[in-house]
């Protein structure tokens, strides 16, 4: 059995790499942490052992509250059960030889995503296979060898945002290669399923300002539980909990006598997005992935 790893990755993320602090790595960025008080050097005071480095301090805070938004927005009416539609096929008895061969994948709207497990092809005989993806116009070579009474099996690793991801397998030779239930060559296993985060990403705009909010109070909780010795962090535990307790009312820790406001701005900020994501619902997905009977509401949990 011949087996391929594809070298086929998911697009990066839209909604990723649109937040920095000045000065760090000489990059710019739409939005910066220091509008909220966190600077390079303010962040290096901060990091602690667990975090290395300033840079890396921010960068996972970053990523961290990402996470953390998705997590907490909610969209109701989603269909959760995914799978929209099944492409998967099998192998029959027939027999076919040399010939070009496609199979195609296509999503419905731009909050699917194609699940793809594998392809395969079966060689009777001695075939030369060679084996295209074409994923939004953009073609990638995934084999181009010989088999031999084998089976050739192409894995994926990932989730793709493509609209059309098409297969072509060119067989040339003598031998023959299997043919699948539904006319072709190329067994797959592969369906398409819907992402709320393909949503919350395209609407990244949207989310912005929640994102930064949780990150800059993930960066200042991380002191109050630092290992490292500062002025900053002995001499200013008070303000930087309070600080905290603004940006993020799930991190407060104050004695509730103390404490500034009953939601942080992170909190609002995600009842504000869900108000906009929810009328994008109505018009643009109700045919396509939701349920527009009950659309997205917002349930975060403030303590």
Do not use: H
């Amino acid at each position: 059995m011949a087996v391929v790893e594809s070298t086929i990755s998911a697009p990066v993320n839209a909604c990723r790499d649109v937040i920095g602090v000045r000065g760090m790595c000489n990059k710019t960025y739409p939005y910066y942490l220091d509008t909220l008080g966190i600077s390079l050097p303010k962040a290096a005071k901060l990091a602690d052992s667990a975090s290395v480095n300033a840079k890396t301090l921010i960068e996972e805070a970053i990523d961290s509250a990402w996470g953390d938004v998705f997590g907490d927005l909610r969209a109701d009416g989603f269909k959760v059960n995914g799978v929209q539609k099944d492409y998967s096929n099998k192998f029959t008895t027939g027999q076919v030889g040399a010939g070009t061969y496609g199979f195609d994948i296509a999503r419905a709207c731009d909050i699917e995503q194609i699940n793809l497990t594998n392809i395969q092809i079966a060689a009777t005989g001695t075939v030369n296979a060679n084996v295209t993806l074409n994923a939004d116009g953009i073609v990638t070579t995934l084999y181009n060898d010989t088999l031999t009474d084998e089976v050739l099996t192409i894995n994926f690793d990932a989730s793709y945002p493509y609209d059309r991801m098409y297969f072509t397998a060119v067989i040339t030779g003598d031998g023959t290669v299997t043919q699948t239930s539904d006319g072709g060559v190329i067994k797959s296993t592969v369906f398409t399923e819907c992402s709320e985060r393909l949503l919350y990403c395209k609407y990244w705009a949207y989310l912005v300002k929640a994102v930064m909010y949780k990150a800059a109070a993930t960066i200042l909780n991380a002191s109050l539980f630092s290992d490292r010795y500062n002025d900053m962090i002995v001499y200013k535990g008070d303000q930087i909990a309070t600080r905290v307790a603004q940006l993020d009312s799930s991190l407060n820790l104050l004695p509730a006598e103390q404490r500034v406001n009953a939601k942080g701005l992170y909190q609002l900020e995600i009842e504000k997005a869900n108000d906009r994501l929810k009328e994008i619902v109505k018009q643009s997905y109700c045919s396509c992935c939701f349920e527009c009977d009950n659309v997205i509401s917002s349930r975060i949990s403030i303590p």
